[in-house]
C-alpha cells in the first residue's frame, strides 16, 4: 500500500502569509494527487487535483506543485477563512485511495 | 447543484450491523463511480470502499473487506453501505463521495456525513 506523509502537522500563520505544506508518498504516484480543505464539523472539499489543477471555484491563492514522490500546497495572502486542516490524497493505486494524516493551519 | 445527503447512522453494539444511505442528486448518478471515506473522532480520513456505476465493479479497504458490502440503486439515486460485524474501531463518521472524472482517483463532492458509534 502505498503510504502519505505530510508536513508539518500543524503550522501557525497570519492572516496575509503565505505557507506551504508538504506531502510525500511511499512510493512514486505520478503526478496523481490531489488536496483536500476540511474546516472542524464539515466534509473535505477538494481543492486541487492531479498535483496542480485546481478544482472549479476554488481561489487561485490555492496553488500545487510536485510530481513522482514530493508534492507541495502553497497558500498564498491566507485569509481567514483558510484556517482548516488540509489533506492529501494519492490516487495512483486508484481505487484504493489512501490520505495523508493531515495538516491544521492555526492562526497565529 | 450536486448533493449528496447521508443517513442511517447511530448508536450500536459491538457484532451489530447497520446500513447507510446516500441519497443523490444534480448529476448523472448511474455515470459516476462513488465511495464511502470515514473519520474517526478527531482522526484523519480512510478510504472504505467504492462502487462503479453500473455496479460492476466493488473495491474495499482490508479493514473493512469481508464485514461490510456496498451498493448502489440507480434507479433511486442511493448508494448503500451494508456493515455487518461492527467493531469499536468502525466508530467514524461516514461520508458518501463523488467520483471526480469516471477515473476513480479524485473525490470532488462530498456529503455532510453520518456518524456511526460502535459501543455497548
Known amino acids: 500500500d502505498i503510504q502519505m506523509t505530510q508536513s508539518p502537522s500543524s503550522v501557525s500563520a497570519s492572516v496575509g502569509d503565505t505557507i506551504a505544506i508538504t506531502c510525500r508518498a511511499s512510493q512514486g504516484i505520478s503526478s496523481w494527487l490531489a488536496w483536500y480543505q476540511q474546516k472542524p464539523g464539515k466534509a473535505p472539499k477538494l481543492l486541487i487535483y492531479?498535483?496542480?489543477s485546481l478544482q472549479s471555484g476554488v481561489p487561485s491563492r490555492f496553488s500545487g506543485s510536485g510530481s513522482g514522490t514530493d508534492f507541495t500546497l502553497t497558500i498564498s495572502s491566507l485569509q481567514p477563512e483558510d484556517f482548516a486542516t488540509y489533506y492529501c490524497q494519492q490516487g495512483n493505486s486508484f481505487p484504493l485511495l489512501t490520505f495523508g494524516g493531515g495538516t491544521k493551519v492555526e492562526i497565529k | 447543484e450536486v448533493q449528496l445527503l447521508e443517513s442511517g447512522g447511530g448508536l450500536v453494539q459491538p457484532g451489530g450491523s447497520l446500513r447507510l444511505s446516500c441519497a443523490a442528486s444534480?448529476?448523472?448518478?448511474?455515470?459516476?463511480?462513488m465511495s464511502w471515506v470515514r473519520q474517526a473522532p478527531g482522526k484523519g480520513l480512510e478510504w472504505v470502499s467504492s462502487?462503479?456505476?453500473?455496479?460492476?465493479?466493488?473495491y474495499y479497504a482490508d479493514s473493512v473487506k469481508g464485514r461490510f458490502t456496498i451498493s448502489r440503486d440507480n434507479s433511486k439515486n442511493t448508494l448503500y453501505l451494508q456493515m455487518n460485524g461492527l467493531r469499536a474501531e468502525d466508530t467514524a463518521v461516514y461520508y458518501c463521495?463523488?467520483?471526480?472524472?469516471?477515473?476513480?482517483?479524485?473525490?470532488?463532492?462530498w456529503g455532510q456525513g453520518t456518524l456511526v458509534t460502535v459501543s455497548s
Open positions: 492531479s498535483a496542480s
Open positions: 462502487i462503479s456505476g453500473s455496479s460492476g465493479s466493488t
Open positions: 444534480g448529476f448523472p448518478f448511474s455515470g459516476f463511480a
Open positions: 463521495a463523488k467520483d471526480r472524472d469516471k477515473q476513480w482517483r479524485y473525490l470532488d463532492y
